[in-house]
């Protein structure tokens, strides 16, 4: 089969079709009608097997994260996702693979309502390249740099589930101990879109939690030149992590290991009043977990007020 | 030196400033302005180290060769280049060599009004992917689907020698020989931009030569429904590539190998005329190779006019 075929049979069929794309799969290039009175949000993430993934992680799963992770590179914006190009490096063209690979993508873009209207499918180690464009008015986006003394940070969903996940698939736990929850944390995050657009109209702060909390939050921190006061007994903890770790929460792999994909936000105190409402409109948990402070860097401190040292790094390609 | 470190110091700050672009490199996304009137072409296509360049291409052509293959999609479609991201896949974190491709990167980027708005680097066997957004008013549009009966087929420059610059950097040739040129032309295509926006006031249809000329006409004459009668001894052949073979031109060199990165495009005869007045205007070689007829498929002519088998097959990944 070649790559034309492969194309053909699995990329132009399985996804939605947006009334905004001219021309789809097929040409040199998508063709695609902006919105008017939007700007565009463009990201895109990169997998690498054994890098993003463990080699033996099922193709289903690599399709759906790889969507997952580039929506929430929009969620964190507070934009509405749109159009997709998907660039796919692959040992061989096994049908099988792909087809079960686009099977997971295609669940999380129809969700969404992300057409796929382009790509490109190449020869080599197996690593894939996604690229969103979504939607976003000019006055409703969330950036990094606009975090403000005294606003509230909050976190949604629960923190560290990936990471310990990551370890239990990784065979670094005791061989008894099964984590269902945490794995599929990791291997199927939850992009929180919906959440992001509701969120905008309130915050106009926002980073996604890709490398682990205090490196996200330190990125917030950095570019709003301030600093970050962090309550790690306030952050959010699922029951499945909380039963593993009992009383002895490793704080390292729930605010400083990567993959949560959650949101990380600023609220003004005047605003906190509304993230009920948006708790439960988008069935998500929200909890405050500290302050914005005059000064810099983000300080963790446990129930007693003393300061913990978390290493900031998360996942660091290079260093 | 950390990724974001590397990030911030070269893939910031050495390309164009656009107006359109709200906000570049350094959040969850890039935020851009579309234009108003006007559709977005959007194209990406990733290059794999020993697949699409030797190992030991220098690090600037690598960047340089990245932007333009995928500039050379925005020419077939007429499309003005706009905004890149750049998702880049490194073994390790070599300031020289990043330093080397982004001189080569932002070089063509800088030519052709580019500017790089955001990416992903991560780390594994090297490979890049770059998406690029052009636009292009909805009437002067070129589209692989519109060949005609009739219509006269054309090339711009000439073909075959970045595949036999390929033979002689891969050794394949006496190791007496030395062909500059061709291998110029291997490591620094020139993406005909300017030429395609001119064509696509008379033109309706053209594609971008990757996969070879046969391979690529193929798929104007597939989704044109029509037939690509071409006449080798028309094709046009750069001096050194004459010099080399003599009077005993390798047709499968010049019509079905990769990487010329030439236009090929169709114009009704009526406007033929117009031809002579953009290549003058754009110092480009216009000629024309053949004709579009009813049928199917590319059928290629000797001077004696005995039909030439060649594999039309380009360069497939998984065949």
């Known amino acids: 089969m070649s790559e034309f075929d492969l194309i053909n049979r699995y990329f132009k069929s399985q996804v939605s079709q947006r009334a905004d794309v001219v021309l789809g799969i097929g040409d040199d290039c998508a063709l695609l009608q902006a919105p008017v009175g939007k700007l565009l949000a463009m990201t895109t993430d990169t997998m690498v097997a054994g890098v993003h993934f463990p080699v033996n992680t099922a193709a289903k799963d690599i399709g759906y994260k790889l969507m997952a992770v580039n929506l929430s590179d929009l969620a964190a914006m507070g934009a509405e996702p749109g159009w997709a190009l998907l660039a796919i490096t692959l040992p061989a063209g096994d049908e099988n693979w792909i087809q079960a690979f686009m099977h997971g993508f295609a669940e999380l873009a129809a969700t969404h309502g992300v057409q796929l209207v382009g790509g490109d499918t190449t020869s080599g180690p197996l690593s894939m390249s996604l690229q969103l464009t979504g939607f976003v008015k000019p006055d409703l986006v969330m950036r990094r740099n606009q975090a403000r003394p005294g606003d509230k940070i ?86 499945e992590l909380q039963q593993y770790y009992g009383h002895k ?4 792999v729930v605010a400083a290991s990567g993959d949560d994909y959650e949101l990380c936000f600023t609220v003004p105190p005047e605003y906190e009043f509304v993230l009920k409402n948006i708790a439960d409109k988008t069935q998500t948990r929200l909890t405050c977990i500290g302050e914005i402070q005059a000064g810099e860097g983000v300080h963790c401190f446990d129930q007693s007020g003393a300061e913990v040292i978390l290493d900031r790094g998360g996942y660091n390609h290079f260093s």
Do not use: M
């Open 154 to 239: 909050y976190v949604s969903g629960t923190l560290g589930d990936a990471a310990l996940g990551l370890k239990c698939v990784a065979g670094k736990l005791a061989s008894s101990i099964n984590l269902p929850y945490c794995v599929s944390r990791l291997t199927r995050p939850t992009p929180r879109i919906e959440l992001g657009r509701e969120l905008a109209r309130f915050s106009r702060c926002a980073i996604d939690i890709s490398d682990g909390l205090v490196a996200d939050l330190g990125h917030i921190a950095d570019a709003s030149q301030c600093a970050a006061k962090v309550q790690l007994d306030a952050l959010p903890l699922s029951e």
């Open 249 to 252: 929460i490793d704080w390292s």
